[in-house]
């Protein structure tokens, strides 16, 4: 399977936007999907995730302010991203896992945001 994240773009700080996951390739019976982000410089971390089941995770550093959606069996995933701050700059990047300990899996490339007056 192969996960391309779109939507991404510049926004004010304060602003909103929508990114979206789609997958290609076999997609059936996966156990969730996940956000990542890479600031420029940065190590890679993760944003959200959510699973087969609709459970949904957030970081710390998004929770409030960002809300997940999608169908975490298909890897398909929307990331609905409110009040956004400077500091949430970075590539963001959605992938894959077949079970809750496997690891993350057709990473694709990734979209930028960049949060900027």
């Known amino acids: 399977v192969q996960l391309q994240a779109s939507g991404g773009g510049l926004v004010q700080p304060g602003g909103s936007l929508r990114l979206s996951c789609t997958a290609s390739?076999?997609?059936?019976?996966?156990?969730?999907v996940g956000w990542f982000r890479q600031a420029p410089g940065g190590e890679r971390e993760w944003v959200s995730s959510?699973?087969?089941?609709?459970?949904?995770y957030y970081s710390d550093s998004v929770k409030g302010r960002f809300t997940i959606s999608g169908d975490g069996a298909k890897s398909t995933s929307t990331l609905e991203m409110n009040s956004l701050k400077p500091e949430d700059t970075a590539v963001y990047y959605c992938?894959?896992?077949?079970?809750?300990?496997?690891?993350?899996?057709?990473w694709g490339q990734g979209t930028l945001v960049t949060v900027s007056s």
């Open positions: 992938a894959t896992k077949r079970d809750p300990f496997g690891a993350y899996e057709g």
């Open positions: 959510i699973t087969r089941d609709s459970s949904t």
């Open positions: 390739g076999f997609t059936l019976d996966y156990y969730a």
